[in-house]
C-alpha cells in the first residue's frame, strides 16, 4: 500500500523560506569576501567553503521541498515498510520483525524499534484519510503492539 505526500500542505512555503535563506546566506557571503577580500589567507578560503557548501545545501533542500508533493512518503509492504527522508538516504526501510511497539502521539506515529531507536510517522504529511487507512493496516499487521488514542 503507497501513501503520497499530502497536497493540502502548503509546500511552497517551506521552498520559499528555504529559497530565502539561500539569498540570504549568498548576500552575507558577498558582504564578507568584501570585507575580507584584500586578505589572502586561509580565512577567506575556509569562508568561501563554508558558503559554498551553504548555498548547495539550501539549494538541495529547496529542490526537496518543491519536488515533495509528487513522492511516495509511505510504502507499507507484506514484511516492511518503506518511508522517505529528507537525507542522502533516501528511503528508509523497517522489517515489521523489528518494530517493538507502534504509538499514537499527538501529530506522529512513532514506531518504536527493538533497538531503542525510533521512527516517526508525520501525520499532517498524509491526507486524513490516508492516516486513517495506515491506522487500520497497522493495527492489522501489527496487532497488540499498536497503541492508538
Request: proline residues 2%; neutral net charge; glycine residues 2%.
Amino acid at each position: 500500500m503507497v501513501f503520497k505526500f499530502n497536497p493540502d500542505v502548503n509546500w511552497k512555503k517551506y521552498t520559499i523560506n528555504w529559497l530565502l535563506d539561500v539569498i540570504a546566506i549568498v548576500i552575507i557571503g558577498i558582504i564578507t569576501f568584501y570585507n575580507m577580500f584584500e586578505f589572502y589567507s586561509i580565512q577567506l578560503i575556509v569562508a568561501i567553503l563554508l558558503q559554498v557548501l551553504l548555498v548547495v545545501f539550501g539549494i538541495t533542500r529547496v529542490m526537496y521541498y518543491f519536488s515533495l508533493p509528487n513522492k511516495v512518503y509511505l510504502k507499507l509492504e507484506e514484511d516492511y515498510i518503506s518511508m522517505y527522508r529528507p537525507n542522502l538516504v533516501s528511503k528508509n526501510r523497517i522489517e515489521h520483525t523489528h518494530i517493538k511497539r507502534v504509538v499514537e502521539m499527538n501529530d506522529i506515529i512513532l514506531l518504536v524499534m527493538e533497538n531503542g531507536k525510533e521512527e516517526q510517522i508525520r501525520k499532517e504529511w498524509l491526507t486524513e484519510e490516508d492516516t486513517m487507512v495506515l491506522k487500520n493496516e497497522l493495527k492489522t499487521t501489527f496487532g497488540e503492539k499498536v497503541i492508538f488514542t
